[in-house]
């Protein structure tokens, strides 16, 4: 691909901005509730930004003369998003009482994402009608950079999607605001699927238009992973609960999530670090065991939500100590397996962004794209259902 290395560093330099909104608390523990104007004026001021972001898209229309201006700067308003929307997500480290407005932002935020990556999609599509018209330099560098869009909405869907989770994990209040809550968590299941489907489909633009560090180097780590998550996935089948050992069991298997996460963090966060800076050559082997941890994901939330349903079902025979621990083990597995989905597909999103050999791997990568979207769409729904089983069993009984 001409030119496309340097072309990637140079856009990458000049679109990266740091922006950083203030959020922090001073309470600590479950039983304390943190302050929440700082947290509810955060998630108004993320909108307030997402907005404007929309804005600016909704304006963009792609010219043989400006494409790789727009999409530049466009790359840095979304960059920006993204970086304030993971300050505030860092900031939300001890208890918080939610409220509606908090709930209600991150609502719009979910919205705008889908929206975003609507617009993003257009613009995909009428960039294919510049191929002919554009200077081949300039043409490849706006390729990179709608690769570049496409890699961080998903990468945003997923912030928000962990942001709503803690404030889950996180709060004091879930049985007073249960149906408000799971009305949110519906939104944002749906919501990430709608994007995922965008962001699919700008991809698919984009490897249609492309001629052309090894991923080969990823394999042993990702064939442990796969490893790993096999011997994960039948620990989590074979579990079962009782009124007696669901709170030791829960927190078993989730000992073994956290230590299955922090491994698959590892890898996304090498993987993130060599696209910073160089291009990569995809290796099909990469696909198909990238395509293999999301369908091996796909099950342990089938596992998971089996849970959910005999933690309900147990719940009246259980004592309230124990059925308290089950159900905050149920929400942090939850958030986990959830955020462990979100890094495994935004790992592909970043390889395919840095490939250089994406015209002679499109079918692969289309194939693993698919596969990917039809096992998010079904994990969103486990997780959607583990979320609300054990939401409710917290609210039937004062949890």
């Known amino acids: 691909m001409l030119f496309l290395s340097n072309v990637r560093q140079r856009l990458l330099m000049l679109v990266v901005l740091v922006a950083f909104l203030p959020f922090s608390s001073a309470n600590a523990g479950r039983t304390t509730p943190a302050p929440t104007v700082t947290l509810a004026t955060s998630l108004a001021n993320l909108v307030t930004q997402g907005r404007a972001l929309d804005t600016q898209l909704a304006g963009i229309t ?71 018209s554009t200077d081949l330099f300039e043409y490849e560098a706006s390729l990179a950079a709608m690769l570049r869009l496409s890699d961080d909405i998903g990468t945003m869907a997923d912030r928000v999607g962990e942001m709503a989770d803690r404030i889950l994990v996180m709060g004091t209040n879930i049985g007073l605001m249960a149906n408000r809550i799971l009305t949110t968590q519906q939104l944002q299941n749906s919501n990430l699927v709608l994007t995922q489907n965008s962001m699919l489909t700008t991809q698919q633009n984009m490897v249609a238009l492309s001629d052309t560090v090894d991923t080969l180097t990823y394999n042993t780590q990702l064939t442990s992973l796969v490893t790993q998550a096999n011997s994960l996935s039948i620990s989590m089948s074979g579990v079962s609960l009782t009124q007696t050992n669901m709170a030791s069991e829960l927190s078993r298997i989730e000992t073994l999530v956290t230590s299955y996460l922090n491994n698959v963090v590892t890898l996304y966060t090498k993987v993130s670090q060599d696209s910073a800076f160089a291009s990569q050559y995809i290796n099909g082997d990469t696909l198909t065991k990238l395509g293999d941890l999301s369908s091996i994901n796909r099950a342990l939330t089938v596992s998971l939500e089996t849970y959910a349903n005999s933690t309900n079902q147990l719940a009246p025979l259980t004592s309230i100590t124990v059925l308290g621990s089950a159900t905050d083990s149920m929400l942090r597995l939850t958030r986990d397996i959830g955020t462990m989905s979100g890094r495994i597909i935004e790992m592909s999103d970043r390889i395919i962004v840095m490939a250089d050999n994406i015209g002679l791997m499109s079918g692969r990568i289309v194939d693993t794209q698919s596969l990917q979207q039809t096992n998010i769409t079904f994990t969103q729904a486990s997780l959607l259902t583990a979320t609300s089983v054990t939401v409710n069993v917290i609210k039937s009984y004062g949890l």
């Open 62 to 132: 792609l010219t043989s003369s400006n494409n790789c201006t727009e999409l530049g700067s466009a790359n840095t308003s979304l960059r920006s998003w993204l970086t304030a929307t993971e300050s505030v997500l860092g900031g939300i480290t001890t208890a918080v009482t939610i409220d509606t407005a908090s709930l209600t932002s991150l609502d719009d935020l979910s919205n705008l994402s889908v929206s975003v990556a609507s617009r993003v999609k257009k613009l995909s599509s009428d960039l294919t009608t510049l191929e002919t």
